[in-house]
């Protein structure tokens, strides 16, 4: 177990060594913008007559080429060196800086040598690997507000670096993504003239590196006085199509991959030319979402979909009042789509009266509506139909319900496209329906008055059982005569032969007549008349 662990560390470790190739020759990285002034540091405390050589070595390339030379008596040479490269100092053996500056283009990435030497031997070599950034800004400034900003980063080799990212101006962190091929893309959709400013592209070099963060900054200008529009919108094939109420149903969105997403919804049964209202926005650059309280009542499909990836699509539980037209846009760069949606939806409510039940079968969006009907799982019975008004069906049953009149009943829409919707009311005999149904007008008969007056009862109940107690022990103490009696044979006490109680015929009522006897006495006798 703990070999296998093992080699999983070395293949892992050999993966990250050989993804970024030749690691071990350089002991600096420098990240240089294309077109600014870099400097490759190299410094040594050695001084006097001492000889420099800078020296080349292209990505790939097998041989090292001379970039300058400067010998210990000062004489500077150059093989296959540019004009831009020159000593920072040109003093190096007083001061021990034998730095390198240079403005450099993309084909310049490479590795560097700084080789220090006094009397032909070597003091010391210093290997430095320079990488190139290159920024585009898309589209360029002036920015037109309402576009999709695109500020892309992209260095050579792409080994030198761990990662790049970008912040707005302020130090606010923004979202980017690494595209092969392309670099490290971040975007502002629908750029505003607030979003001027200083962008900064901050590059995470690998490995050694004598600077931990190379932070370049990018000037973005917006054109106050330019607005692009979205005036080429490709528009995929418009659906039409209907569900059963509160049943989960996906409205889809273009098939692309996007930056930010409107969805736009026109109530049902609306006016063909009303404006169309403006109903959930997300931005996933930003992060940032906008609802309305329709929006509300959508949410963003999981799998395949990924919102957070820019590939959208909408889950909706609608109510009756939910249908209508919906319109999901998506925008990618400068292009949107467009995808519609006409949604009808079909809800069948129950309701009792006193003498029938009906079944009122209700639906929106009637535009797209050819017809809806009620049916009974027989067929051949023959149901009376009515409206109240436009969007509903309604069939009635007698009550009580039958045998005949029981059974499934299923309400159909059939959309003029051919599509059907169907929603099935199951309606059973009295003794064995459990439903929740909704009564016109039912009267319950209140058993709280009788409940009150029985709790009222309790109380009096067990203050005569107590004071019966306490009267039996209290004669007992006192040796008096026991005052209750039946009036039945030998017995006197009913305490001493309730058998003759139990014998004797009934005598009509029987009741208790409590009287005091004196000061210390609640009750003078209980008698049975």
Excluded at 163 to 169: E, F, Y
Excluded at 330 to 349: G, I, M, P
Aim: glycine share 6%; net charge neutral.
């Amino acid at each position: 177990m703990e070999s296998g662990f093992l080699a999983v560390i070395l293949v892992s470790s050999f993966a990250v060594y050989s993804s970024h190739p030749g690691n071990t020759e350089w002991e600096d990285v420098v990240v240089a913008r294309e077109g600014m002034l870099t400097t490759l540091p190299c410094t040594d405390t050695v001084r006097g007559a001492v000889a420099i050589n800078w020296m080349v070595k292209s990505l790939g390339a097998g041989d090292w080429k001379l970039v300058l030379s400067a010998s210990e008596s000062r004489e500077f040479s150059g093989g296959a060196s540019k004009s831009s490269m020159q000593l920072t100092d040109p003093n190096f053996q007083e001061t021990g800086v034998f730095s390198l500056f240079l403005i450099p283009r993309m084909e310049d990435s490479g590795l560097y040598s700084c080789l220090i030497k006094q009397k032909e031997r070597k003091i010391k070599e210093k290997i430095i690997l320079l990488a190139i950034l290159t920024v585009t800004v898309i589209p360029a400034s002036p920015v037109p507000q309402q576009s999709t900003l695109r500020l892309i980063a992209k260095v050579n080799p792409d080994f030198a670096i761990t990662k790049i990212t970008w912040a707005a101006p302020g130090s606010i962190s923004m979202k980017s993504e690494k595209k092969p091929n392309t670099g490290t893309v971040t975007k502002l959709p629908v750029v505003q003239n607030s979003d001027n400013g200083a962008y900064v592209c901050v590059v995470h070099p690998w490995g050694n590196s004598s600077t931990a963060l190379f932070p370049f900054n990018v000037e973005v200008t917006v054109d106050a006085d330019n607005v692009a529009s979205f005036t080429s919108i490709t528009h995929e094939r418009e659906v039409s199509t209907a569900t059963q109420a509160q049943k989960l149903f996906v409205l889809t969105c273009p098939v692309v991959m996007g930056d930010y997403v409107k969805m736009y919804w026109l109530p049902p049964d609306s006016k063909r030319g009303t404006e169309m209202r403006i109903v959930y926005q997300y931005d996933r650059w930003r992060d940032s979402t906008f609802s309305t309280e329709q929006g509300k009542r959508l949410k963003f499909a999981g799998p395949p979909y990924n919102a957070e990836a820019g590939s959208f699509s909408f889950l909706l539980t609608p109510g009756l009042k939910d249908g209508g037209l919906y319109v999901c846009e998506v925008f990618q760069n400068d292009n949107a789509f467009s995808h519609r949606t006409t949604l009808s939806v079909l809800k069948v409510k129950t309701r009792y009266s006193s003498s029938m039940l009906e079944l009122k079968c209700l639906y929106s969006e009637r535009s797209q509506v050819q017809s809806a009907s009620w049916k009974h799982q027989n067929e051949s019975r023959r149901l009376q139909l009515s409206s109240n008004g436009p969007g509903s069906i309604i069939t009635t049953l007698a009550l009580p319900i039958t045998s005949d009149t029981a059974g499934n009943y299923t309400c159909t829409l059939r959309l003029t496209n051919g599509q059907t919707v169907f929603e099935t009311q199951t309606v059973t005999l009295p003794c064995e329906d459990g439903r929740d149904v909704e009564i016109d007008s039912v009267t319950t008969p209140s058993l709280l008055p009788s409940l009150s007056a029985l709790l009222l009862l309790v109380p009096l109940v067990a203050a005569a059982v107590c004071v019966l107690l306490w009267r039996q022990k209290h004669i007992s103490d006192r040796g008096i005569e026991q005052s209750l009696s039946v009036h039945s044979g030998e017995a006197e006490n009913i305490y001493e032969n309730p058998e003759d109680i139990r014998q004797a015929p009934p005598q009509g009522s029987v009741y208790m007549d409590l009287k005091p006897r004196g000061e210390d006495d609640v009750y003078k006798e209980l008698e049975r008349y």
